[in-house]
């Protein structure tokens, strides 16, 4: 059994890193120039564009979430890559790399498990060519993001520039695809193989998207890839409409964030969120070494 010792330190350092993670959002209007919604543009949610409710927009919608937060990321480190110190190089990097790790776990989980189901549903095997084609061409470019971060002779040998090089090379086609995949998704409801609006082929097609969009995040990572994806979430985002997204009690997502977050609670501090979804100025541009 712990000591008392243990658990009144492991307490405190709960504690600790609850009130950094809490801490209230930076976000002035000067802040707001460094902020995580570029040079990769945000995707527009298909329900708060067009207000429709059919199985389709809505799991497009779901997963514009998904594009979002992996966007937010892309965009938070692009812009502080630069202008890492030496201090903070270790956490960047980790920070970083779980990225690499949600992006690559993102693509293979919808390539085994998603698109068949989706094909399933339509009875078209043709619906994805389009998709499967822009996978392919950020790939190659997000396999060497990952290569140049994992083969580091150490953290201190990080060099930013030559990681923003790295991401604006393949920059283009992944925020096409993350952009294009939404549209290609909600269109599926103007198939002519498109379940019936409240039929039962309709509540399975929505019970596929729900449960993959249930655990895909879980199943990248918890300590990791969880924390990374809830705080770059942006709680006010199309005016404060995905504020309780995802839907879960709210001791369960403190708990993903603090408990499960303070595995690695220095890296982050990169994130463009606080943990309460609220925007925040990117760390290490808040010096106004920024462009």
């Not at 801490?23 to 209007?29: D, F, G, K, Q, V």
């Not at 059919?54 to 892309?74: C, E, K, Q, S, V």
């Not at 283009?172 to 549209?183: G, R």
């Amino acid at each position: 059994m712990p000591s008392v010792t243990t658990i009144t330190f492991f307490l405190l350092l709960l504690l600790a890193v609850s009130v950094e993670l809490f801490r209230p959002s930076l976000m002035t209007a000067s802040s707001k120039k460094s902020w995580a919604d570029s040079p990769c543009a945000l995707v527009t949610t298909p329900q708060y564009a067009t207000k429709k409710d059919d199985i389709f927009t809505i799991g497009a919608t779901h997963m514009a979430h998904i594009h979002n937060a992996i966007l937010r990321g892309y965009n938070s480190i692009h812009l502080q890559a630069p202008h890492i110190k030496d201090a903070d190089k270790p956490a960047f990097v980790g920070y970083a790399m779980t990225w690499y790790r949600f992006v690559k776990s993102h693509h293979d989980d919808e390539e085994a498990e998603l698109f068949p189901k989706v094909e399933d549903v339509l009875g078209n095997k043709d619906i994805w060519k389009e998709t499967h084609g822009e996978h392919e061409s950020f790939l190659s470019g997000l396999a060497e993001f990952g290569a140049y971060l994992s083969n580091l002779t150490s953290p201190q040998a990080f060099d930013g520039t030559k990681l923003q090089h790295i991401m604006s090379s393949f920059q283009e086609p992944l925020c096409h695809h993350f952009h294009h995949e939404i549209t290609t998704i909600a269109s599926f409801a103007n198939l002519s193989t498109a379940p019936t609006p409240n039929s039962l082929e309709a509540q399975q097609a929505a019970a596929v998207f729900k449960a993959w969009g249930k655990k895909t995040v879980m199943k990248a990572g918890t300590l990791d890839v969880v924390p990374f994806f809830l705080m770059n979430l942006d709680a006010t985002y199309e005016e404060g409409m995905w504020a309780n997204w995802p839907p879960m009690p709210a001791p369960v997502r403190w708990g993903l964030v603090n408990v499960a977050g303070s595995v690695h609670w220095g890296w982050w501090k990169f994130a463009s969120c606080d943990a309460s979804g609220r925007p925040r100025g990117l760390y290490a541009l808040r010096d106004g070494t920024s462009p």
